[in-house]
């Protein structure tokens, strides 16, 4: 099957062009493409722009256990029209992935659903080591240091130097100081209103969790990936940490901050929370000026009937999927950002990071997991129109400009104009660790 996308702006690695792209059997054959070259299915572009698929290395899909909120099919969808075409799943599902079969189950689930492409990090707990250094099929090891759910909260030195020192995988963090946040909780007598959830899991309780964990990651020569940071104090310290370290930015710590809880209420109640204007500024100059590589969504859906609960009994967590790239591209429309910046933040950095095979931009022999983008395009965020399970946005009635219109998974188009090829099914994600 031969796929030819003509008349495009490519983002390629190193500059945009005009030119035609040949797919062949699911891979990017020729870029610039003669004009007489023949192709089973012609797709003409002209006006748009072609970026490799987004690679969303940080959400939470709720299969197993959880499904209520959202499943592989309905996120996976949701990814697809928001021109994601690869996913790495966190480990705190019901049961957890914190073993290599039920890491190998979640693969099996996800070869029967997924739209897009998948991978499942595994779950560290305080005594899984040896299932940590079984896991081959996997991107990595996730370790919640600070509150969670069931047995997945490491927090004793002996079990975090145990799984820094005797595993060869990349790891990643949710990095919230455990002390901190429950004197904090107590102080407030655990908090009645929305807005105490950012006392309570306050800058503190972030940059202690994100100094001890970089700290075991250096004196252990471990690569590591510190998620979701939300704090000034975290960037001025990640700019002094070596080559082994990254880090990334999600669209809520970006573009929310405590003065919108008025507003929004626990719409905007996230873990890590979101923080003051100047810490949102602060990460916006970690991303622009490299101390953060990755833009990631954080992707954790709940029912609107759960999250309108008083707090402290309001979970955690926004859907964001569907909409993290126009959200971006928003960004690249008022001159916060170039387009090319967004490319690396949101595809060739967490393919680089965590070394997934033929990922992450337009180049000849990579995967032709791809989406078509109009930068000119005007369409209001709608809670209606969501597709995620949970069915809303805290970006519900905004009007972005530049969204996805086009999404192909190895050549194949999965959603174009509203419609979705329900035929069309990601692959499980390879990684190549051989540098």
């Known amino acids: 099957m031969k796929t030819l996308i003509k008349n495009s702006t490519v983002v390629l690695p ?38 490799p698929g987004v690679i969303d290395d940080q959400v939470h899909f709720r299969e197993p256990g959880l499904t209520h909120k959202e499943d592989l099919r309905t996120a996976s969808r949701a990814c697809a029209r928001g021109g994601v075409t690869s996913f790495l799943e966190m480990p705190n599902t019901r049961p957890a992935t914190i073993s290599c079969d ?22 560290a707990t305080p005594d899984n080591v040896v299932e940590l250094q079984r896991a081959r099929r996997t991107p990595g090891i996730k370790i919640f240091i600070g509150s969670s759910t069931g047995n997945l909260l490491v927090d004793e030195q002996e079990a975090l130097e145990r799984i820094f020192a005797e595993t060869s995988l990349p790891i990643c963090a949710h990095c919230e100081d455990e002390a901190t946040v429950r004197a904090n909780s107590a102080a407030l007598n655990g908090g009645s209103d929305y807005a105490d959830h950012s006392r309570i899991r306050d800058n503190k309780a972030a940059i202690i969790a994100t100094r001890r964990a970089v700290e075991l990651a250096e004196r252990h020569r471990h690569q590591f990936h510190v998620l979701h940071v939300s704090t000034a104090e975290e960037i001025e310290f990640l700019r002094t940490t070596s080559e082994l370290i990254s880090g990334e930015a ?35 100059q970690g991303l622009l000026q490299g101390v953060l590589e990755v833009v990631a969504t954080d992707h954790a859906p709940h029912t609107l009937a759960e999250k309108q609960q008083p707090y402290p009994q309001s979970p955690s967590g926004l859907p ?46 990579f995967d032709a997991d791809l989406v078509l983008v109009d930068l000119s395009l005007k369409q209001e965020v709608r809670n209606e129109q969501q597709l995620t399970r949970c069915g809303w946005s805290p970006w519900h009635g905004e009007t972005l400009t530049g969204w996805p219109v086009r999404t192909l998974v190895h050549g194949q188009t999965v959603w174009c104009a509203g419609q979705f090829d329900e035929q069309v099914r990601g692959r499980e994600i390879e990684f190549d660790r051989s540098a």
Not at 17 to 46: F, S
Not at 343 to 357: D, E, F, G, H, T
């Open 320 to 365: 964001a999927v569907e909409n993290s790239l126009a959200l971006m591209l928003n960004q690249v429309h008022y001159g916060r950002c170039t387009l090319a910046q967004v490319v690396q933040w949101m595809c060739s950095a967490p393919a680089r990071i965590w070394s997934l095979k033929g990922k992450g931009a337009i180049r000849e022999g």
């Open 102 to 123: 039920a890491l190998h189950e979640k693969l099996a689930l996800a070869a029967d659903r997924s739209l897009v492409n998948y991978g499942f990090y595994i779950g």
């Open 250 to 284: 999600c669209p809520h710590h970006l573009l929310f901050s405590t003065d919108d809880y008025q507003r929004l209420g626990s719409l905007v109640q996230m873990n890590p929370s979101i923080k003051s204007p100047a810490d949102v500024e602060a990460v916006w």
């Open 14 to 51: 190193d500059a945009e062009e005009r030119c035609d792209v040949l797919i062949e059997n699911g891979v990017i054959a020729v870029i610039g493409a003669a004009v007489h070259t023949q192709a089973d299915e012609v797709i003409d572009a002209a006006g748009l722009h072609l970026l």
